[in-house]
């Protein structure tokens, strides 16, 4: 199974055209924003908003409460353009400061020093063709060592290769740059096609983080938050050996609840037909300790009493180590079992 599962999207709802499923991660801040805005044309309180569309409700009220020409500016500002953008102003307010204070009389080295900058950048940003943008902005390098194999790369992931395979063909070739290249590259590409195909086919599909369906193999679903039943659905419907996993956990937790050990033989001649390594070690841990276990079903007996005392008995004896002898030891903790 993948990181990432591919399910059929959520159903919207055909009378408002907004999505309200729980799990709406995939969409963008400017979809975000737009179902916001017409969930509370319907009367939506912004707390059951933020928790439709998985937002905070301070960046909720920041955007609602933004004018259209606001709003536009905001969303079409990408983060690097941002950054590069506070970047500017800054430089700017230094080439500024470094020309004001030559011009009352400061030195080169007093510039420097006082501002913290080097000289040759306090002679650069004197020069009145200085520009505050950096000179690397908006570029992108087409000389890299990867470069003469892009198409190549490209060509094999059309053909489903793998990334240790296409590292193994294109080293072949003559590529003698790093590993993380070729994998950054792979990667980008891989999610710019899927993109491709999903707006071609038009597909109405979403993603399911696997740690997600990890989490359900320890606890319940109304505990795994991001994660609806029906989600779960389609998942167990594409993923048939995951489910059978998944059916299998939970007979166990039952069984464990349960009051009829027999029941334990049963599910151990199952989970063996599943033939999973990890499984099948688990089923031979069981079989070690068959006994324990079965007694565990059996009985309402709990050790949990006895284990609890020994460890705050340990946290006591931590707490005073090397301080107090044996009898203060038995005095406090004799106290505390008293409170």
Same mark, same amino acid.
């Given at each position: 199974m993948q990181s990432k599962v591919e399910i059929e999207a959520e159903a919207q709802d055909k009378?408002?055209? @907004?999505?309200? +499923?729980?799990?709406?991660?995939?969409? *963008?801040l400017s979809e975000k924003i737009d179902a916001a805005r017409r969930l509370v044309e319907t009367g939506t309180t912004n707390t059951k908003i933020c928790k439709l569309l998985n937002m905070d409700i301070r960046t909720l009220e920041k955007y609602l409460n933004m004018s259209e020409k606001e709003l536009y500016e905001n969303l079409n500002i990408s983060t690097v353009e941002s950054t590069h953008n506070n970047n500017v102003a800054k430089k +700017?307010?230094? @080439?500024? #400061?470094?020309? +004001? #204070?030559?011009?009352?009389?400061?030195?080169?080295?007093? @510039?420097?020093?006082?501002l913290g900058i080097h000289r040759t950048t306090v002679t650069n940003y004197l020069n009145p063709n200085a520009s505050p943008i950096n000179g690397n902005y908006a570029t992108t390098r087409n000389d890299t060592l990867l470069s003469p194999y892009h198409e190549h790369i490209?060509?094999?992931?059309? +053909?489903?290769? *793998?990334? &240790?395979?296409i590292e193994e063909s294109i080293k072949a070739k003559g590529y003698t740059g790093s590993s993380s290249t070729i994998r950054m590259y792979t990667t980008r590409m891989r999610k710019l096609n899927k993109e491709a195909i999903k707006e071609f086919t038009n597909e109405n599909v979403e993603f399911i983080e696997r740690?997600?369906? @990890?989490?359900?193999?320890?606890?319940?679903? &109304? /505990?795994?938050?991001k994660l609806s039943e029906s989600q779960l659905n389609k998942v167990l419907s594409a993923h048939p050996l995951f489910d059978k996993i998944y059916k299998l956990v939970l007979r166990f937790k039952d069984i464990l609840k349960g009051s009829n050990p027999d029941n334990l033989n049963l599910w151990i001649e199952q989970a063996k037909q599943l033939e999973i390594s990890e499984i099948n070690s688990f089923v031979n841990g069981?079989?070690? /300790?068959? /006994?324990a276990i079965k007694n565990a079903i059996t009985y309402s007996y709990s050790n949990g009493l006895a284990e609890g005392s020994v460890n705050k008995i340990k946290v006591i004896k931590?707490?005073?180590?090397?301080?107090c002898n044996f009898s203060t030891l038995r005095s406090k903790v004799l106290l505390l079992e008293r409170t």
């Open positions: 009378e408002k055209g @907004i999505l309200i +499923e729980s799990n709406n991660k995939q969409l *963008t +700017e307010q230094l @080439i500024s #400061m470094v020309r +004001e #204070m030559y011009q009352k009389g400061f030195s080169k080295r007093a @510039i420097s020093r006082e490209n060509q094999l992931l059309l +053909e489903g290769y *793998t990334f &240790k395979r740690s997600l369906l @990890i989490k359900l193999l320890y606890k319940p679903l &109304k /505990d795994v938050k069981i079989n070690r /300790d068959i /006994d931590r707490i005073m180590y090397g301080r």
